[in-house]
């Protein structure tokens, strides 16, 4: 599965961004991650293939939303009230099974990631 991430940018604080992941065919449980400078890869959200189940970390629950397209094999998350906090590339990643995890060891493919640069 090849996985392209877009939508990335340059915002000012408490501005909006929709990042989208395209996948080269239909995935399961798709996780958006993110990782600042310096800083190591951490979970920013999940969906499984329905979209029945989303998983938020708790620092952007309230202001983000993960969606999905599957005509489109398109995963979104879109992202409200953005922080300078919340400056990192963002991947997404598929996983082989149907499941949510934060573990970024489990998920098998990866896209190339976004910049998103929150700032005044």
């Known amino acids: 599965v090849q996985l392209v991430e877009s939508g990335g940018g340059l915002v000012q604080p408490g501005g909006s961004l929709r990042l989208s992941c395209a996948a080269s065919?239909?995935?399961?449980?798709i996780g958006w991650f993110r990782q600042a400078p310096g800083k190591e890869r951490e979970g920013v959200s999940c969906?499984?293939?329905?979209?029945?189940?989303?998983y938020y970390e708790d620092s952007v629950k309230g202001r983000f939303t993960i969606s999905r397209d599957n005509a489109k094999n398109t995963v979104y998350l879109q992202m409200n009230s953005l922080k300078p906090e919340d400056t990192a590339v963002y991947y997404c990643?598929?996983?082989?099974?149907?499941?949510?995890?934060?573990?970024?060891?489990?998920?098998?493919?990866w896209g190339q990631g976004t910049q998103v640069t929150v700032s005044s």
């Open positions: 990643a598929a996983r082989g099974i149907d499941f949510c995890s934060s573990d970024l060891r489990s998920y098998n493919y």
């Open positions: 065919r239909f995935t399961y449980a």
């Open positions: 969906i499984n293939s329905r979209g029945s189940r989303t």
